[in-house]
């Protein structure tokens, strides 16, 4: 399509994103396995509550990651940065509210919170997009399953845009940092600077990784095809 | 031909990108809900990103069940990620606070441009968390006076965090209409 914008071959890219890159074992192992495995896990992590189940769990999902994850050095940068961010956030938060003394229990459930969302990153980041869909496409239509799939494939890049935009913001001398935020009259700078740009942001993401999926041929036929097909 | 393609490429009547950002605002709401996970004892507090989502999408897509439709992806995707207290009924958490939305935007007009009717919609559909509650309760067979407290102080909670999500809707939106987006 001669209209497909940079950005938007750029979204194309991503919606066929991982298309090639599969373990020997993710190739093998049928994707609803994978994604009911990855459901069980995560309810699980959310009930365990003391540190026995916690550990057999996290042992699990480390081979999980090891067995099914192509890129592993990029999933545990990546975990480490949202423990890390996440930790710092709930155990002030308990610290705040509990007196310091409580700063395991807030490490446990930031624990506890990163058991439950790591077998989904696996999950997408193990999955092609079109295997994901796919398996989705028998509970629900395949439109629907193409939307819930690739907001969920777009989230991580969606949520930079926000950082983008937050950094570029305070450089312009918004005040937006957590500590301007503790004074509630400089939320208006938030909502203004931050929150408005952000959802312009998605809209215009949205509109080019719609471009990108009609320039593929999305939505022709009344059934989807999928490549690879099984 | 073109117009042939736009048309195919529609979800429900919904056109594709509207229905993508669609779909971002309900990945955002559990990502949302899921970062305030905190056990915090302070209750209603998810109610703030749920109803600021809900309303955004229903006042930046002019489609008469976009509320229902972010409800439903966020629902089932709650449920199967278990998140939230309620098991199965986890998508009634969701559905009926869009649905609320969904049905005072069909019947003001002019919702998303005044404060003071956000304000309303935001507090009736934070009330929905009520209903929620009994029903949930009174399946685990609470006592009855027990059950209606309980469904009132976590409506009241929910209030106090909806209310302000919803005020901040208006503004938003008038700011996306000047900037040609919506």
Redesign the interface.
Known sequence: MRGESGRARRAGLMLAAGAERQTWLGRRLPTGLVAAASVCLSVAAFAARTAPPMVGLSAVELVMALTLCPQRRRLARDGARVLAWQTAVIVGLYALRYGATEWHEGARISWQLFLAFLPGMVLLRSTPAPRLVQALNRVMPYRAAFVLTTSLRFVPLVLREVRAIHEVQLLRGARVLPRDLARPWNWPDLVNCVLVPAIIQSLALAGEISLAARARGFGCGERRTYWPGS | MTEM??R?????GL??????????C???IL?TR??L????QISGHSMFFTLFFLM?ARG?VSYRLSATFVGV?SGL?AM????GKGGLLIPLKFLLPALAVDLAALLVPGLFGSYLLCALAGAVASSTKFANTVLVDWLVGMDQAVLIQRGLLEAAGAILFGVPASL?IP??IR??RA?G??
Do not use: N
């Open positions: 393609h736009d195919d490429s529609r979800t429900g056109p594709l990108k509207e229905a993508l950002f669609l779909g971002f309900a990945v955002l990502f899921a970062a996970r905190l056990h915090l955004l930046c992806l995707m199967v990620l278990g998140l901040l503004s938003v700011r996306l900037y987006v919506i």
